[in-house]
Each structure stands twice: as C-alpha cells, then as structure tokens.
C-alpha cells in the first residue's frame, strides 16, 4: 500500500512540473511569473489563515478575542510520542475587561459555550475555573525568593524548553502570582485572563 502511494505522490509531482514546463514555454514571461507567485502565495496565505484560527481556537468564544499579540511555541516529535511546549498572549477587549471586573468569577461560571466546540474538539473549553493567584501543584512552585510562580516551571515541566522574552515572563510571572486575574484548565494548557492587563494567557506543555 505505501508503494502505491508514493507511486501516487511521484506521479503527482511530475504531472506538476511537466505542467509548469508547458506554462514556462507557451506563455508569456510576466504571466508565467504570476502564476507562479500565485501557486507559492495561495497556499502560505490558507496555512497562515488556519494557523491564526487554530491558534485562536484555544480562547473561548466569549472574551471577544480576535488576534494574537505574541507566541513562542515548540514541539519535537508526533503523535502520543511527541512533546510540546509554548504560551500564547492574546489582546483582552477592553469592554470584556470591564464586564469580568465588575462581575467577578461569575462571568466565567456563566460563560456560554463555544457555539462551534464539536469541530474545535477539546480547544477551548475549561471548566473549574478559579481567581489568581494561580494554586502551587501541577508543576507550578514558588519562585527562589517564594513570591513569584514562574511560568517556565509549568511549561517546561517535561523537560521540554522554550526561550520566552524577558518582558513576556516577568508580565505573566507577575498575572498568575497576583490576585485580579483568573484561570482554568483544559485538557490541554492553562487559560489565564487578566482583566487588568486586558490580556489572556495560554500556557501549555505536553
């Protein structure tokens, strides 16, 4: 069976490039490059729009979120072998921000469900959500001058590291320490949400 499938893959690819043999000799040079850039612009542009969307997908639909300000992520392998690490920080609208501050853990304990959570699968939904600072335990331990977690605890907890900048860590470092934000857990990562800061944090590892 894997024969016949790389036969199919080898067919394919030369099918390809004796089309674009053809297209290179029978049409004009500028439309040649054209149809170039587009057959390289087409498909980074649809991986781009589905990486956003998955990366978005791990936020619930109700804090409005619609862009990604900073990630640092890495895996290494695949599949049930592999492993994974990496945080996400995305913009909180400020109108969100208003409403989870002025209705507390109650705007998380009554947040309706992500209208599309069957195509997402396990991305985005938590439950048992509770206020910061974030509890010690499942990776996460106080800091050498015990005040501070430290994010890199959580997220290089199977020995697998990310390089996240120095203003990134000591801001989340400070939001799970500090009271004012809240958090859950999914079946992957933690979601933090910092009203205060206007910002939401997904840490992860694997």
Known sequence: MIHLFLLALLLIAAAFIGG??????????????????????????????????????????????????????????????????????????????????????DFFTTMPPNTDQNEREWRGRYTNWEETPIKTGRHWNLGKEGKLLDIYDYICAYGFCIDIKPEIESLANGIVSAPGSYYAYGRIGVIVVSPGHNLVLYLYNG
Do not use: Q
């Open 20 to 105: 674009l043999v053809f297209a290179y000799r029978k049409l004009p040079k500028c439309i040649f490059i054209a149809l170039i850039l587009t057959l390289v612009a087409v498909p980074v542009a649809s991986f781009k729009m589905y990486e956003r969307r998955f990366m978005l997908s791990a936020v619930p639909d109700a804090l409005g979120v619609s862009s990604i300000v900073y990630s640092e992520e890495e895996s290494w392998g695949f599949g049930p072998g592999g492993n994974e690490a990496g945080i996400r920080v995305y913009p909180l609208p400020e109108h969100v921000s208003k409403e989870i501050e002025a209705r507390g853990i």
